[in-house]
T-cell receptor, first 114, second 114 residues
Framework: NAGVTQTPKFRVLKTGQSMTLLCAQDMNHEYMYWYRQDPGMGLRLIHYSVGEGTTAKGEVPDGYNVSRLKKQNFLLGLESAAPSQTSVYFC?????????????FGPGTRLTVT | ELKVEQNPLFLSMQEGKNYTIYCNYSTTSDRLYWYRQDPGKSLESLFVLLSNGAVKQEGRLMASLDTKARLSTLHITAAVHDLSATYFCAVFTPLTGANSKLTFGKGITLSVRP
């Protein structure tokens, strides 16, 4: 099993450009999450999904959109990138949070917006 | 709103000595997770603590949860260089319906010196 994978690993964008980050998991997990990690801030939840076709806002959703068209994939979109979105983005998945199940994290995407 | 505090934020440890780090949270929760992150890497699950009084041990690390005090501790026995990393605690918050989330602390960076 590959677990949770993310594409791309690195990306540099100019202000105003758009991009999509792809997360894929092969563990048949229902729940998927997108976080951003900034120095000294820990991880902050951007959006999450509790199943195929569902999405919900997390703590810091502004400037991002998500889609979960297939159970195994969770896409994070930046429509018009801003320097404040420079961060490391992590995708995670879990079987459920209403149980003992922890979240499994992908390797991360390092995004720089100039 | 749930706040998760970790302290200290940075700890320089001497090889062979014992240390304890702390995770405090502000509202009721009966579930807490510890993760480890090596520099430039993803997060790895260490412990899942599911109830008051829960204690888990893995090698030189032992985690415990006191839900009444809203406190989790991570005890390090005889620190070794391999334990140098950033350690995050995350507290489970049930939301409405089937939704729920983890709130992460800012992390504690441990550095073990000879």
């Amino acid at each position: 099993n590959a677990g949770v994978t993310q594409t791309p690993k690195f990306r540099v964008l100019k202000t105003g450009q758009s991009m999509t980050l792809l997360c894929a998991q092969d563990m048949n997990h229902e729940y998927m999450y997108w976080y951003r990690q900034d120095p000294g801030m820990g991880l902050r939840l951007i959006h999450y999904s509790v199943g195929e076709g569902t999405t919900a806002k997390g703590e810091v959703p502004d400037g991002y959109n998500v889609s979960r068209l297939k159970k195994q994939n969770f896409l994070l979109g930046l429509e018009s990138a801003a320097p404040s979105q420079t961060s490391v983005y992590f995708c995670a998945s879990s079987y459920s949070l209403n149980g003992p199940y922890e979240q499994y994290f992908g390797p991360g995407t390092r995004l720089t917006v100039t | 709103e749930l706040k998760v505090e970790q302290n200290p934020l940075f700890l320089s440890m001497q090889e062979g000595k014992n240390y304890t780090i702390y995770c405090n949270y502000s509202t009721t929760s009966d579930r807490l997770y510890w993760y480890r992150q090596d520099p430039g890497k993803s997060l790895e699950s260490l412990f899942v603590l599911l109830s008051n009084g829960a204690v888990k041990q893995e090698g030189r690390l032992m985690a415990s949860l006191d839900t009444k005090a809203r406190l989790s501790t991570l005890h390090i026995t005889a620190a070794v260089h391999d334990l140098s990393a950033t350690y995050f605690c995350a507290v489970f918050t049930p939301l409405t319906g089937a939704n729920s989330k983890l709130t992460f602390g800012k992390g504690i960076t441990l550095s073990v010196r000879p």
